[in-house]
């Protein structure tokens, strides 16, 4: 038996942060996951391996574009195996550094399956073998999410792929369907676009990435059309069959032409469930709403005083910053300060190209609530620095209180705005208004004048576009 002050069950970003910041603030710490070192999803399967593939895909892309600036490569030629292991390396570096910080703390780290025995008590399947327990004075709950599964897909086939096994790179398909027009699928596709497939994506709504701006996803949508063979939209899948040439796959909407589609090979990105059937949480009184997410207060404590959840089984936006710093919440909460999670801008980032990037009160939902606002957007064409990155296709803009002009929001889509959306965030959390923003001075060329610039057309007062200010 293990005593200890916390046990963390699962760890993803959100649980060694936990975990991390409880030894800091000194207490004793235990945590439990399945990996060998801790990371999680996003470090093993997600986040980090999918970055450094769009970073070899952007490599490829500028590659095949240098030509139109007098410099030509040639055309790039792709060695699978070894981008496949320069990808697992840079995953084995970060685990492997993340072990070392955990022992650095002394946290204990079992590698092996929790189940919950008591609201105190997590037994442990040890991966080694055998088992063992730990007794804590409270329990934080962090076990991710999983992909979702398409509804009637049944095959089973090393040709049907999630997120999870695209990120292998099994091979590059000739022809690759992407089921899915959300963050996940885009930028998978990016990747496999820039490899060498042909992609298709299909979405069952009206458009490709809900809950960003339209003018922004606008951005976004031209690129991938141009990279795609078909981009579908209103369309769902209605049947998939494997033939001895690939899979062939159903659609039904009212704009496709071709309802039965043969693809090499098919990707099914539809967003990820919460991993919230946790063995033994029955013992306890915490509770799982409808959704499948563990039910929390802003302290993260769920409906059982001696256990916390955080991360993407504790609810919405699933994304690794918002599970670190809900981790941290906990780790305060238990070790007896005064906390709350109660952002004002929680960053969302597609790593697209462009990339897209907003936080705090977007356009969209400001007129869904019938809140009245000022909009200030920066078009990148009048950006020094974006004509030298032959990059013009970007834009910036603020949405603002329009009796105080305080920052409300922050949109970018273009090269590295997942960069620049930080000051974004600051802005939104320090409470900064549009004169805050044009009076700091931004280094000159830069995408991030961008920012201040947007700040100076609220005013009318832009120096590289004219834009009178209205009313």
Known sequence: MISTHVAV???GPGGYAAAYLASDLGLTVAMVDVEPNPGG???????????ALLHAAKLVTEARHAPAWGI???????????LRAWKNAVVAKLTTGNGQVGKMRKVQYLQGRGEIVD????RVALASGGSEEIRADHLI?????????????TIQSDRLLDSTSALDLPRIPTSLLIVGGGYIGLELGTVYSALGSEITVVEMTGDL???????????VARRIEQMSKAVLLNTKVVGMKEESAGIRVSFEGADVKDND???????VAIGRRPNSNIPGLEKTKVQVDRRGFIVVDEQRRTSEPSIFAVGDVAGEPMLAHKAMHEGRVAAEVIAGNRTVFAPRAIPAVVFTDPELAWCGLTETQAQAEGRKISVARYPWGASGRAVTLDRTDGSTKLILDPETERILGVGIVGVGAGEMI???VLAVEMGANATDLGLAIHPHPTLTETMMESADVYHGQAIHIYRPKKG
Do not use: M
């Open 41 to 51: 999803v996003c470090t093993y399967r997600g986040c980090i391996p999918s970055k």
């Open 141 to 153: 709950l962090c076990t991710g999410s999983r992909p979702t599964t398409l509804p009637g897909a």
């Open 9 to 11: 069950l699962g760890a």
């Open 209 to 219: 990435l809900p809950g960003a701006d339209r003018d922004l996803v606008g951005v």
């Open 261 to 267: 589609q043969l693809f090499d090979a098919v990707l």
């Open 72 to 82: 030509d490569f040639g055309q790039p030629s792709i060695d699978l195996a070894k």
């Open 422 to 424: 930080a000051e974004g």
């Open 119 to 122: 609201p105190h008590t997590i």
